[in-house]
């Protein structure tokens, strides 16, 4: 059987690791994050897409028996106290004004300025215009670390119950927020060395001197229980980094080969998981795999948010709406059984959705990416996205048995079963999407069939905003693609450095 990770390709690398696993959901992240931090000895490395300096890693019960503050930025600068060698750097992406509103303010003067002077926080610019700093890492001594697509910040935290009124689900502000599913994964070995040098890297090219941080002799016991391990001895990691004129490097598409690479690849099976669905490159590998005739039906499953919001329902929510129609067509012409899917949380008539952030890709059950990058055009090609990959290459049943157990943990999750019958059910391929379609009409399940709508109801408005989604959404650089290449070649010359200087202009550096 032909694996699917190929180095140099859809990887940068495959690397040896001792404990590797997934963390679901914020509550069970935040707390390994909060043990394993405690543990650190010289230096902890966090990158992220948005962080809040007051958000509470503990909660309940666990934070009134931590015997400290558990909030994100007292408890790393308390570990500096403690610590008189630990040194903390944060990497944060230096955020568009559409998102204020939904940022922390004076965030760099709280962090640096109110705090340890071994904490360095720093926002990141350092990228093709238009595009973000969208990856979501830790690593701690260059001997343990994080991955996925969990952000330490507000209206995450959540746990696997995803209750519909929940008292710990919570802000620092009081105020209350909607269920939410993510997924965060950790490793500790070579693969964790690795994610520091990815940091050291970025660090420097936000335009600061290159980090000394070599890895500390640790265990590789890890200090927290996870949600689920998995008995792999090594881990891929694949990159999407765009082309940009800071550093005129080529771009690094690794993320989207990877995808496609998957899918088609795909035998029996392929769930995702994703908050979007508007990238050409995952849809069209799904169509090319779907009408093959020569390969055999598939059983897809495809969870997404029961609703958008508003402001991303006008950017994505008519490409997403017009792919999952033409899927949903070709499945009934192919063959294919097809479901994609919601879930809510309701009591006594109340509904609630529970919002859906993960990021997350199982093929055949011998194939697990997670991190990220979504299933959307800027993720496979703009935003600087970082995912995780675990196969079973060679058949290892005891990693394709914990890729299973993954799938059947989430479905369990996402339908809300506790008959032990119908979880076992969920573990096996065959007939698996029309047993999703039963109990989607089971009023005691959370799982609902997903419902793609437009954003607005008026035709004409409709077809007047839908350009936006190419201006929000696009896989390639704006300015830098038709530049690049002069650039790249004559990076002396007069037109070249201007452009260098507009580009930082632009980007505020």
């Not at 019960?61 to 558990?70: H, K, N, S, T, Y």
């Not at 204020?100 to 300025?113: A, G, H, T, V």
């Not at 009934?332 to 879930?343: M, P, R, V």
């Not at 479905?411 to 096996?428: C, D, F, I, N, S």
Request: aromatic share 10%; net charge neutral.
């Amino acid at each position: 059987m032909k694996t699917i990770l190929q180095p140099g390709v859809n990887c940068s690398g495959i690397y040896d690791t001792g404990a590797t696993g997934l963390l679901i959901d914020a509550c069970d992240y935040y707390r390994a994050f909060y043990h394993a931090a405690r543990t650190a000895q010289r230096y902890i490395l966090i990158a992220g897409w948005q962080f809040d300096s007051e958000v509470q890693l503990l909660r309940g019960q666990e934070a009134r028996e931590a015997g400290e503050d558990v909030r994100l930025l007292p408890f790393l600068e308390a570990l500096c106290t403690k610590n008189e060698e630990l040194e903390i750097f944060i990497l944060a992406w230096d955020f568009s004004v559409i998102f204020s509103l939904e940022r922390e303010w004076f965030q760099r003067w709280i962090f640096n300025w109110t705090t340890n002077k071994r904490i360095r926080f720093r926002f990141d610019n350092r990228h093709a215009i238009g595009a973000t700093h969208h990856q979501k890492f830790v690593v701690i001594d260059g001997a343990l670390a994080f991955v996925g697509g969990i952000d330490i910040c507000s209206d995450r935290w959540d746990d696997r119950r995803h209750l519909l009124e929940n008292r710990e689900r919570v802000n620092s502000d009081g105020g209350g927020y909607d269920p939410y599913h993510d997924i965060q994964s950790y490793h500790t070995g070579r693969v964790a060395v690795e994610l520091a040098e990815f940091f050291r890297e970025r660090w420097h090219n936000s335009g600061v001197n290159r980090l000394h941080i070599p890895p500390v002799p640790r265990t590789t016991e890890i200090p927290f229980a996870p949600s689920i391990s998995l008995p792999a001895s090594r881990v891929a990691l694949s990159r999407t980094v765009a082309r940009h004129l800071q550093t005129t490097q080529e771009p690094v598409l690794e993320i989207r080969r990877l995808f496609v690479d998957a899918i088609m690849a795909a035998k029996r099976l392929i769930y995702l998981e994703n908050q979007y669905f508007s990238s050409l490159a995952v849809y069209w590998a799904l169509v090319a795999r779907m009408t093959d005739p020569h390969r055999p039906r598939l059983q897809i499953v495809i969870l997404l948010p029961g609703k958008l919001p508003f402001k991303d329902g006008l950017w994505l929510g008519v490409s997403q709406m017009k792919m999952v129609h033409a899927l949903q067509r070709i499945a009934g012409k192919t063959g294919h059984q097809l479901g994609i899917y919601c879930t809510a949380c309701q009591k006594e008539g109340e509904q609630r959705m529970v919002f859906i952030h993960s990021k997350l890709l199982i093929v055949d059950d011998r194939f697990l990416t997670v991190g990220s990058a979504n299933t959307t055009n800027r993720s496979m090609g703009l935003d600087t996205e970082l995912n995780v990959s675990w196969e079973a290459a060679g058949g290892e049943l005891g990693v394709v048995r914990s890729i299973r157990r993954v799938r059947g943990s989430l479905l369990a999750e996402h339908t809300g079963v506790h008959a032990l019958k119908v979880r076992r059910q969920l573990m096996r391929v065959r007939g698996l999407v029309d047993l999703l379609e039963q109990l989607t009409i089971d009023p005691a399940t959370r799982i609902c069939r997903y419902i793609p709508e437009a954003p607005i109801e008026n035709g004409a408005l409709l077809d007047a905003i839908e350009p936006i989604a190419g201006i929000a959404d696009p896989e390639k650089p704006f300015m830098e693609e038709l530049v690049f290449e002069y650039i790249s070649e004559n990076e002396t010359s007069i037109f070249a450095r201007g452009i260098l200087l507009l580009g930082q202009l632009i980007t505020g550096i």
